[in-house]
Nanobody, 126 residues
Framework: QVHLVESGGGLAQAGGSLRLSCAAS????????MGWFRQAPGKERDFVAG????????YYVDSVKGRFTISRDNAKNTVYLQMNSLKPEDTAVYYCAADGDPFGPVGRMALEYNYWGQGTQVTVSS
């Protein structure tokens, strides 16, 4: 079982930066692929970035490549999402998620993730 708590959301201006953190409880954090998803009002929850258990593989949706960076610190049971050059279209609730397949590949679909945080709001003003 993994319990996830996101933090770091808030209001930013276009071109600005925010850093999201996701703190995980449980002794198996280091075995899980971790992902960040986002959901804008009236839209589906979409994959943003994912990182495998070791941090050696990362994946991003095309719209954030070169602007967002996902990383993890297994000693601290924490995964991060550094968001730079923010755009108004990045506005959404951001969710941290952990998959249920130890040492598995990075999935890009929400159904591949078993554990979810409560979400943190990111609002980017133009």
């Amino acid at each position: 079982q993994v319990h996830l708590v996101e933090s770091g959301g808030g209001l930013a201006q276009a071109g600005g930066s925010l850093r999201l953190s996701c703190a995980a409880s449980g002794r198996t954090f280091s075995m899980h692929t971790m992902g960040w998803f986002r959901q804008a009002p009236g839209k589906e929850r979409d994959f943003v970035a994912g990182i495998n258990w070791s941090g050696g593989s990362t994946y991003y949706v095309d719209s954030v490549k070169g602007r967002f960076t996902i990383s993890r610190d297994n000693a601290k049971n924490t995964v991060y999402l550094q968001m730079n050059s923010l755009k108004p279209e990045d506005t959404a609730v951001y969710y941290c998620a952990a998959d249920g397949d130890p040492f598995g590949p990075v999935g890009r679909m929400a159904l591949e993730y078993n554990y979810w945080g409560q979400g943190t709001q990111v609002t980017v003003s133009s």
